[in-house]
């Protein structure tokens, strides 16, 4: 949170979970931090973020990402997504999905992102997931997301952001096949003033 009151959030994942790998998301995550401190378009620190891998690797590394602002005193979203990143903002009348807007980070130093900026009403949330939790299968070899996750999350928009994010764990434990990739989910909660 910098000083002008923003909350910033972010939700990265890379291709594999090599060691190397980690080193990258590591670094995609200090930069972000000593990014988000001034950059207050979205945009612009996507393109910083991805200038920063790109000259900062051998040209090998590579992240997805949503990042965006929320401003608690007007509501204001602003959020944009890097690679096959997957966010959708649910409120009690309608689902709207975070498009990729540009290619992974570190991909091309001449990358442009495309921000959205939306109202955040009350007691609406923001989920963001790795493809882990996307692609994620029950017993019954269906998606999870679709039938058990989103759901749950639809109906459930009263509920705290944390124990939204326990009852995916707890959904992705007990009835999910074990994924190939690491299933991860950031809830951005607004709630009630």
Not at 8 to 28: I, K, P, Q, W, Y
Not at 96 to 105: H, N
Not at 125 to 149: F, K
Not at 158 to 163: D, E, F, G, I, V
């Amino acid at each position: 949170c910098p000083k002008d009151g923003r909350i910033h959030f972010a939700r990265g994942e890379a291709a594999d979970d090599s060691v190397s790998t980690a080193l990258t998301m590591a670094a995609v995550r200090a930069a972000w931090r000593a990014h988000a401190q001034y950059q207050r378009e979205v945009k612009k620190l996507l393109e910083q973020l991805n200038l920063t891998l790109w000259t900062g690797s051998a040209g090998d590394q590579s992240a997805i990402m949503v990042c965006g602002t929320v401003d608690p005193k007007t509501g204001t979203l602003r959020v944009g997504a890097a690679g096959t990143a997957h966010a959708v903002l649910i409120t009690e009348k309608q689902h709207r999905v975070v498009p990729p807007s540009g290619a992974a980070l570190g991909v091309d130093p001449e990358s442009t992102y495309l921000p959205n900026r939306w109202k955040f009403p009350e007691n609406a949330i923001l989920v963001a997931t790795t493809t882990g939790i996307r692609e994620a299968t029950g017993v019954d070899q269906r998606p999870l997301w679709e039938t058990q996750i989103l759901p749950f999350l639809t109906s459930n928009l009263h509920l705290p952001a944390k124990t939204l994010a326990q009852n995916i764990q707890r959904s992705l434990e007990q009835n999910a096949v074990p994924p190939k990739k690491v299933p991860a989910v950031l809830v951005v909660k607004r709630r009630s003033s």
